[in-house]
C-alpha cells in the first residue's frame, strides 16, 4: 500500500472515531443547560488551570533538556520549549505526528560538526533524539502507573469499581485468544527483524542503515544514564504531574463555584452535591483522563470527554451531562491553551531563522 494513502487512511480513522466518541459523549447534552453551566462557572480557576498547563510545558521541556544535554550540551532551553510546544499543537490535528515533528525540530537547531572522513553532520542525530523522546514518554507512562497504583491502593473501596468495571474491565472483555496470538506474532516478528538487521547489516547498505538508526535509537534512549543530575530529572516528572493534579483541581474549583441561580434546578443539585470534592477527587479525576491518552485521537477529543464524564457520573451518581461540563471545561481550556503556546512558538521560530 502507497505510505500516503496508509497515513490517509491511518488519521481518517483516528479522526472519525474521535468523531464517533463525541457524539456518544454529546448526543444527549441540553445545549441550553450545558451553556448556561459554562457563563456560570468561576472561570478565574479556569484561567488558573491554563496557568498550571503551561508549567507542565515549561518542566516537560527541561525534563527533556537533561537527557539531551549527553549528546548534545548546546541544546538550549527555548528550542525544548519551542518543539514541545508546536507538538502539542500539531498533535491536536495529527495524533503521534508531533513526536516526530519535535524530534526533527531539535535535531535541525542540534550543533554540526565533522567526523573523521570530512562529513558534517548533527551532534543530536534524528534516531538519538527519537530515542529521548521514547524514554521521556516511558518516564511519564512508568509515573502514571505508579500513581495508579498507589492512588488505588488506599482509596480501592471508592473508586476501585470504576477502573475494574469500566476500564480495566472494558479491556480485558475485548481480550481473545485469536488477539493474544495475533500480538505474539507481532512481537516475534520484531524481534526476528532486529536479528536480521543486526545479523546481516554488513551484506546490505538498507540492513546497515537500519542497524545504525537502531543504534542511535538505543543511545538516545540510553542517555539518562549520562545525566549529570538525575535527580532533577526526577524532580521535574513529580513537578509535571503536580501540575497536572492541580489542573483537575482547579476545575474541581471552578463548577464548585457555579451560580446555582443560572442553571437549571437538576444542575443545580449537581453542584450542591459536589460540594465536597477534594483534591482525592481531583487525583482520581486526573488519572482517570490520563487513560484517555491511550486511545488514538486527536488530541484526546471525545475520549477524555466520554472517560471523565463517566467517571464522575458512575462514582459521584451524577447526570452524565454534568460530566461532559466537566470534560469540556477541563479539556477544551487546555487545548486552547496548547494552540495558543504552539503558535507563540512558532512565531518564535520564524523570528529566530530570520
Same mark, same amino acid.
Given at each position: 500500500?502507497?505510505?500516503? &494513502?496508509?497515513?490517509?487512511?491511518?488519521?481518517?480513522?483516528?479522526?472519525?472515531?474521535?468523531?464517533?466518541?463525541?457524539?456518544?459523549?454529546?448526543?444527549?447534552?441540553?445545549?441550553?443547560?450545558?451553556?448556561?453551566?459554562?457563563?456560570?462557572?468561576?472561570?478565574?480557576?479556569?484561567?488558573?488551570?491554563?496557568?498550571?498547563?503551561?508549567?507542565?510545558?515549561?518542566?516537560?521541556?527541561?525534563?527533556?533538556?537533561?537527557? =539531551?544535554?549527553?549528546?548534545?550540551?548546546?541544546?538550549?532551553?527555548?528550542?525544548?520549549?519551542?518543539?514541545? /510546544?508546536?507538538?502539542?499543537?500539531? /498533535?491536536?490535528?495529527?495524533?503521534?505526528?508531533?513526536?516526530?515533528?519535535?524530534?526533527?525540530?531539535?535535531?535541525?537547531?542540534?550543533?554540526? &560538526?565533522?567526523?573523521?572522513?570530512?562529513?558534517?553532520?548533527?551532534? *543530536?542525530?534524528?534516531?538519538? +533524539?527519537?530515542?529521548?523522546?521514547?524514554?521521556?514518554?516511558?518516564?511519564?507512562?512508568?509515573?502514571?502507573?505508579?500513581?495508579?497504583?498507589?492512588?488505588? =491502593?488506599?482509596?480501592?473501596?471508592?473508586?476501585?469499581?470504576?477502573?475494574?468495571?469500566?476500564?480495566?474491565?472494558?479491556?480485558?472483555?475485548?481480550?481473545?485468544?485469536?488477539?493474544?496470538?495475533?500480538?505474539?506474532?507481532?512481537? =516475534?516478528?520484531?524481534?526476528?527483524?532486529?536479528?536480521?538487521?543486526?545479523?546481516?547489516?554488513?551484506?546490505?547498505?538498507?540492513?546497515?542503515?537500519?542497524?545504525?538508526?537502531?543504534?542511535?535509537?538505543?543511545?538516545?534512549?540510553?542517555?539518562?544514564?549520562?545525566?549529570?543530575?538525575?535527580?532533577?530529572?526526577?524532580?521535574?516528572? *513529580?513537578?509535571?504531574?503536580?501540575?497536572?493534579?492541580?489542573?483537575? *483541581?482547579?476545575?474541581?474549583?471552578?463548577?464548585?463555584?457555579?451560580?446555582?441561580?443560572?442553571?437549571?434546578?437538576?444542575?443545580?443539585?449537581?453542584?450542591?452535591?459536589?460540594?465536597?470534592?477534594?483534591?482525592?477527587?481531583?487525583?482520581?479525576?486526573?488519572?482517570?483522563?490520563?487513560?484517555?491518552?491511550? +486511545?488514538?485521537?486527536?488530541?484526546?477529543?471525545?475520549?477524555?470527554?466520554?472517560?471523565?464524564?463517566?467517571?464522575?457520573?458512575?462514582?459521584?451518581?451524577?447526570?452524565?451531562?454534568?460530566?461532559?461540563?466537566? *470534560?469540556?471545561?477541563?479539556?477544551?481550556?487546555?487545548?486552547? /491553551?496548547? =494552540?495558543?503556546?504552539?503558535?507563540?512558538?512558532?512565531?518564535?521560530?520564524?523570528?529566530?531563522?530570520?
Amino acid at each position: 500500500m502507497n505510505r500516503k &494513502v496508509g497515513n490517509v487512511i491511518k488519521y481518517g480513522v483516528s479522526i472519525l472515531l474521535a468523531a464517533a466518541l463525541l457524539y456518544f459523549a454529546f448526543r444527549k447534552v441540553d445545549w441550553t443547560d450545558f451553556w448556561s453551566a459554562l457563563r456560570a462557572c468561576k472561570w478565574e480557576y479556569v484561567i488558573l488551570s491554563t496557568f498550571f498547563g503551561l508549567l507542565t510545558f515549561y518542566f516537560r521541556a527541561l525534563r527533556w533538556r537533561e537527557i =539531551l544535554i549527553p549528546i548534545d550540551p548546546a541544546t538550549s532551553r527555548l528550542t525544548c520549549f519551542n518543539a514541545v /510546544n508546536i507538538s502539542y499543537a500539531v /498533535n491536536m490535528v495529527l495524533p503521534r505526528v508531533g513526536e516526530v515533528l519535535r524530534c526533527g525540530y531539535i535535531t535541525a537547531h542540534s550543533t554540526k &560538526v565533522k567526523d573523521e572522513e570530512g562529513q558534517t553532520h548533527r551532534l *543530536a542525530s534524528f534516531d538519538k +533524539v527519537l530515542g529521548t523522546a521514547a524514554l521521556e514518554r516511558s518516564a511519564d507512562i512508568i509515573m502514571m502507573v505508579v500513581l495508579l497504583v498507589t492512588f488505588l =491502593l488506599f482509596t480501592w473501596d471508592r473508586y476501585g469499581g470504576f477502573f475494574a468495571e469500566k476500564i480495566f474491565g472494558a479491556a480485558s472483555g475485548g481480550v481473545t485468544v485469536g488477539k493474544v496470538v495475533i500480538a505474539a506474532l507481532v512481537i =516475534l516478528a520484531a524481534v526476528i527483524s532486529v536479528w536480521v538487521v543486526i545479523r546481516f547489516a554488513d551484506r546490505w547498505s538498507p540492513l546497515k542503515k537500519a542497524k545504525g538508526f537502531m543504534k542511535g535509537l538505543l543511545q538516545g534512549f540510553l542517555s539518562c544514564f549520562k545525566m549529570k543530575r538525575a535527580w532533577w530529572f526526577f524532580l521535574l516528572t *513529580a513537578l509535571i504531574w503536580a501540575c497536572y493534579w492541580m489542573m483537575s *483541581a482547579t476545575i474541581v474549583w471552578a463548577v464548585q463555584g457555579i451560580n446555582p441561580t443560572m442553571v437549571s434546578p437538576e444542575l443545580a443539585s449537581a453542584v450542591s452535591s459536589i460540594q465536597s470534592l477534594n483534591l482525592t477527587d481531583a487525583m482520581f479525576l486526573m488519572l482517570a483522563g490520563s487513560l484517555a491518552a491511550i +486511545v488514538p485521537v486527536p488530541g484526546g477529543f471525545g475520549a477524555f470527554h466520554f472517560i471523565v464524564a463517566g467517571a464522575i457520573s458512575y462514582v459521584y451518581g451524577l447526570p452524565f451531562e454534568f460530566g461532559i461540563i466537566f *470534560a469540556t471545561l477541563s479539556h477544551e481550556s487546555q487545548e486552547l /491553551n496548547q =494552540l495558543l503556546w504552539g503558535g507563540i512558538s512558532f512565531v518564535s521560530e520564524q523570528i529566530r531563522k530570520e
